[in-house]
Structures are given as structure tokens and as C-alpha cells.
């Protein structure tokens, strides 16, 4: 199975921005949606945001949009979520996770393949 590696989380103020990567090793994210989502401390994880295999159907949740962009490149088999204006509330370990087929789903249990997620922390 293609192991999946985030990477960029790290410590931030409020109001600035980071960039996470998520990398396939061993393997492509052929024909793969990707996800993002995140687990604050006490809370369940929830869903951030998702892109389809060509990039043309990118979805978010409400608390982000328009603060955060998904992106990919597949000959690079990677894809970034960059994070503007970060707020204290966005703390949380993020973690990136697959699914084959074109259905771009929010529902954590539609995606089969997660990795082990990078902190974000923002301070205020």
C-alpha cells in the first residue's frame, strides 16, 4: 500500500500562513482523491478539505473556505493545502488520506489509506 507523508506543520501566529505537503512513497496517487482533514485535542477528527484525480472538483468545509487552498501535482505525486490567516482555532494534527475513484466525499470513513498527520499549531 502507498504510504502517505505530511509534512510543513509547525508552530505559527495567528494571521500567518503555512504550507502542508502530502507525499506518496512507494507508489502514485494514481486516480486517487485526496483529503485532508484534522484532530484538534478532545475533539474527533473532522473534514478540511478534498480534490478530485484532475484537480477539478475541490471541496471545503465552511470553517476554511476561503483561508485555504488545496492543490496537487500528480507528476509529483504530491498535494499541498496552503493555510492563510491562521487562527488558533485551526490547531490541530492534520492528516492527508486516499480514496480510488472520482466520488470526492467528506465522510472520513469513504477514504482508505491515511497518514500519520503533522502538528499545526497557532498561536495567538
Known amino acids: 500500500q502507498v504510504q502517505l507523508v505530511e509534512s510543513g506543520g509547525g508552530l505559527v501566529q495567528a494571521g500567518g500562513s503555512l504550507r502542508l505537503s502530502c507525499a506518496a512513497s512507494g507508489g502514485t496517487f494514481s486516480n486517487s482523491v485526496v483529503g485532508w482533514f484534522r484532530q484538534a485535542p478532545g475533539k474527533e477528527r473532522e473534514f478540511v478539505t478534498a480534490?478530485?484525480?484532475?484537480?477539478?472538483?475541490?471541496i471545503y468545509a465552511d470553517s476554511v473556505k476561503g483561508r485555504f487552498t488545496i492543490s496537487r501535482d500528480n507528476p509529483k505525486n504530491t498535494v499541498y493545502l496552503q493555510m492563510n490567516s491562521l487562527k488558533p482555532e485551526d490547531t490541530a494534527v492534520y492528516y492527508c488520506?486516499?480514496?480510488?475513484?472520482?466520488?470526492?466525499?467528506?465522510?472520513?470513513?469513504?477514504?482508505?489509506?491515511w497518514g500519520q498527520g503533522t502538528q499545526v499549531t497557532v498561536s495567538s
Open positions: 480534490i478530485s484525480w484532475s484537480s477539478a472538483t475541490t
Open positions: 488520506a486516499t480514496r480510488r475513484g472520482a466520488y470526492v466525499p467528506r465522510n472520513q470513513y469513504e477514504y482508505t489509506n
